[in-house]
């Protein structure tokens, strides 16, 4: 047998593993590295988060992701490029981490790396009859495993496409591993660049599980700031509460085929961009109003759809505990208009379930790893959009 096969099975094989989850999203404010204790797998997964950091992107590193980004057309080299690029800045992000924290690579079983999404692609949105859904992550495997001696599973989402799925989201994996309670209906509520939520019954019943993309969770209103402010993103919703809600905005921007379509289902900046809002402000005539005005009903969109969405899903009073995490829980004007859409949810955040909100989607792929590895498949039933498959593709070091 193979050395690092051997490895790979004398690893799997361990009481409790050590797993790096890594998670970089369409935000791209840097590298979410979550070192975790992993014991047992399925319903009897074990999961600590030992050590968590964001590892900073530079300007122009970002700049080059944006560069290859969520576009139609793209320098085809440069986007070949970044694929190693990513990876190898991943790499040394992780190595950088590990000195930090006084712990040897050799001591780390196995990397769960998510890669940068630069294009997002379901059916609802290229409409081309004749070729499926996709999606496509950069941030090569083998490269990462190579530069810091550590196995490395990646390139998650193709399984779920070829297994009839849209790619995304696969929080419901996770979710349902890590957080499901008998006895309690809770909602994972993820605001990342966009919002998705999973449903997890307290019957505890995985073919119950349901999990979806809604709309846009930070994307616009980052995009926007970016653009016009010069500011990664509004701290502390500071220019949005300055500003007042468009009522003629709101109604333009709400005003998506994508909003009718049924669950589950994707989406990512590819649909929900500046261009977006643009063709919202000259529907509604409103490209003269003041740009706090704008943020101000950005927030509002996002908090709508979110909102809706959960309505749609459980009714006009949604009850539940709502568990959130992503950038979006940390913006106060969002969770005050989703807590006045909401009323008889109940709001709190994931580290009320002992998991750091800020690292919950690293963690997930290190839970996604260890089913790979370790686990089987979940029988989350015939529904479409939730295969149950393990996902991962296993580089090895040497």
């Not at 590298?31 to 900073?56: H, N, Y």
């Not at 261009?275 to 005005?293: G, N, P, R, V």
């Not at 996002?302 to 009850?319: H, L, P, Y």
């Not at 997930?364 to 959009?385: H, M, S, W, Y």
Request: with cysteine; hydrophobic share 40%.
């Amino acid at each position: 047998m193979n050395a690092e096969i051997q490895k790979l099975y004398s690893k799997a094989a361990k009481t409790e593993r050590f797993i790096i989850g890594l998670m970089s999203g369409t935000s791209m404010d840097g590298l979410d590295i979550a070192l975790c204790s992993v014991k047992g797998s399925g319903p009897d997964t074990d999961i600590r988060l030992l050590k968590f950091k964001t590892g900073d992107y530079t300007d122009d590193f970002r700049a080059k992701i944006k560069a290859v980004f969520s576009k139609k057309e793209v320098d085809l080299q440069l986007v070949c490029l970044m694929n190693e690029h990513i990876a190898n800045t991943h790499a040394a992000l992780i190595n950088e981490a590990l000195i930090e924290w006084g712990i040897g690579n050799e001591a780390v079983d196995f990397i769960a790396s998510h890669g940068q999404t630069i294009f997002h692609a379901p059916k609802s949105l290229h409409q081309l009859a004749d070729y499926p859904n996709g999606t496509l992550q950069i941030g090569d495997g083998d490269h990462i495993a190579i530069k810091t001696g550590i196995i490395t599973l990646s390139d998650f989402r193709q399984k779920h496409l070829a297994a009839g799925g849209e790619g995304a989201p696969l929080a419901v994996y996770g979710d349902y591993l890590m957080f499901s309670k008998a006895g309690e209906d809770r909602i994972m509520l993820n605001i990342g660049g966009i919002a998705n939520f999973t449903y997890l019954p307290g019957s505890m019943d995985a073919s119950a599980v349901f999990s979806t993309d809604v709309g846009p969770g930070n994307t616009l209103m980052d995009q926007y700031v970016q653009r016009h402010f010069n500011l990664f993103y509004d701290k502390n919703a500071g220019i949005a509460l300055s500003g007042a809600l468009n009522p003629q905005l709101l109604s333009a921007l709400l005003n998506c085929d994508f909003f009718d379509l049924g669950f589950p289902k994707t989406t990512g900046p590819e649909l929900f961009n500046l261009e977006y809002l643009t063709k919202a402000q000259e529907i509604s005539s409103t490209a003269d109003i003041s740009k706090e005005d704008v943020m101000a009903t950005l927030c509002h969109f996002s908090a709508e759809t979110i909102a809706n969405a959960i309505k749609r899903c459980f009714g006009a009073d949604a009850r539940a505990q709502v568990f959130m995490s992503g950038g979006g829980m940390h913006n106060p004007l969002l969770v005050k208009l989703l807590q006045a859409k909401l009323p008889s949810c109940n709001f709190l955040t994931t580290d009320d379930l002992n998991i750091n909100p800020d690292a919950k989607e690293a963690v997930l792929f290190a839970v996604l790893a260890n089913e790979t590895l370790c686990g089987k498949p979940i029988n989350f039933g015939d529904r479409q959009g939730v295969p149950s498959v393990c996902m991962g593709k296993i580089s090895l070091p040497e």
